[in-house]
């Protein structure tokens, strides 16, 4: 990044260019990966473009379209390095005439043997076998998610350098076995959406709720990812945790207008005023759990978490939850897939069905898990339950300990608000 202009004008140019940038990333390498056939270069090519807008927005001012501009800036650089190539040349006509125009290509295709959807190829190139899991998750989250190597590490819960290892080595293995930028047929397709299925639901997890950044959430990557879980639904129509994540994305989806107050202040789940939820995605998400324990899928890790989120969509209020149920589904979801994670997420929902002191004894035996320890969200909740035995002392230190943890402003906010509520 070039120093920050000094006018107005060039400030303003400058943030249009990196909030774009920040959105369109993915389409844009996507589509260059299409052309140069390499996830590396085409990220490359898409920086390339970025440091072109630098440059020129804030002389020139910011174009009408900038997100067709940066698009169609890697699109002409990645024509020319093709035609630095020779053996493209036989392939140049044939990728000239197809990138001679910018429509973008249909959300939905119609015919699921026949995707033309740059950002679903992506998503599978970059969860190739040749990966390891980590590696495939980490660059999907950077080329489709568009998050720093520091935002993925968090969600993971490793170290930075770790994360980054992986990006550059995973992009290095993909152009060095030459994978082809498609989606798998036929009997390849069954055991890839296992990795893809994992990469697109983390993505969706980051619109929800940003692990960094000014903003308690990201939309558009919401949006993404329920846009890739659909079109993975009419793929593969009979794999019934594919209809379970879907299910899952829909319903909580449904709750974004109502997780944000007008400020931008975050709103709690049993705060929410619920007229705001999303009413047709609530049905699209039950329909397709339905789909998915039609299909024998009820006990996958997807339909079951779908369905702790179905009791609180049926809900008419947060008084009338399910609570006993939703912990019974925990209870469940930690036999079949065990994670410290899980178990915090498990030890709230006892403390509503059984009690604050039964959710604090789950609490405090993850404060040992190395993998927790800077999880900022095991001292929110940890004071959150001292709150409600009345340790308010305890409950604050705790509430100000997660505040420092979390690297997202509005939720730094929110904890530190309710830590000063109970010193008043």
């Not at 990966?131 to 950077?142: F, I, K, P, W």
């Not at 079109?231 to 109502?258: C, F, N, T």
Request: charged residues 25%.
């Amino acid at each position: 990044m070039t120093a920050e202009p000094p006018d107005p004008a060039g400030r303003a140019a400058r943030t249009a260019i990196e909030t774009v940038f920040r959105i369109e990333s993915p389409r844009i390498i996507a589509t260059v990966t299409r052309i140069v056939q390499d996830i590396g270069i085409a990220e490359e090519l898409a920086q390339d473009a970025l440091v072109a807008a630098l440059e020129q927005w804030p002389r020139d001012g910011v174009p009408d379209n900038p997100a067709a501009w940066l698009t169609a800036t890697a699109k002409h650089r990645a024509i020319d390095l093709v035609r630095r190539r020779e053996r493209y040349a036989r392939k140049l006509a044939e990728i000239g005439r197809d990138l001679e125009t910018t429509t973008a290509p249909p959300q939905e295709p119609a015919d699921p043997d026949d995707i033309d959807d740059d950002l679903l190829r992506l998503v599978f190139t970059a969860c190739h076998p040749v990966l390891s899991t980590d590696a495939q998750v980490a660059l999907t989250l950077r080329l489709l998610g568009g998050l720093t190597t520091d935002e993925i590490a968090r969600a993971f819960l490793v170290p930075e350098p770790t994360i980054a290892q992986r990006i550059v080595r995973a992009k290095r293995t993909l152009a060095e076995a030459k994978v082809p930028f498609e989606v798998p047929r036929g009997a390849e397709l069954a055991p890839r959406l296992s990795s893809v299925l994992g990469v697109i639901y983390l993505i969706f997890n980051e619109g929800y709720s940003a692990t960094a950044g000014d903003d308690w959430m990201r939309p558009a990557l919401c949006e993404d990812a329920l846009r890739l879980g659909r079109i993975l639904a009419e793929l593969a129509p009979d794999e019934s945790e594919v209809h379970g994540l879907v299910a899952l994305m829909e319903i909580q989806a449904s709750r974004v207008r109502a997780r944000t107050g007008p400020n931008g202040e975050p709103v709690l789940l049993l705060d929410q005023d619920r007229a705001k939820w999303d009413y047709v995605l609530i049905r699209r998400g039950l329909d397709a759990l339905a789909r998915a324990e039609a299909l024998g899928g009820a006990s996958g890790p997807y339909a079951m978490q779908a369905a702790i989120a179905a009791c609180h969509a049926r809900a008419k209020s947060g008084d009338d939850t399910d609570w006993q149920r939703i912990a019974s589904l925990y209870d469940t979801l930690a036999r079949l897939t065990p994670s410290p994670v899980v178990e915090l997420n498990r030890a709230v929902a006892v403390s509503f069905a059984r009690g604050p002191a039964a959710g604090l004894e789950i609490v405090d035996a993850l404060t040992s898990e190395p993998s927790m320890k800077r999880y900022h969200l095991l001292p929110s909740v940890r004071g959150d339950l001292l709150a409600k035995l009345g340790r308010e002392e305890e409950a604050r230190a705790e509430l100000e300990r997660a505040a420092s943890l979390t690297r997202n402003a509005r939720e730094r906010e929110l904890l530190l608000a309710r830590a000063a509520a109970l010193s008043a």
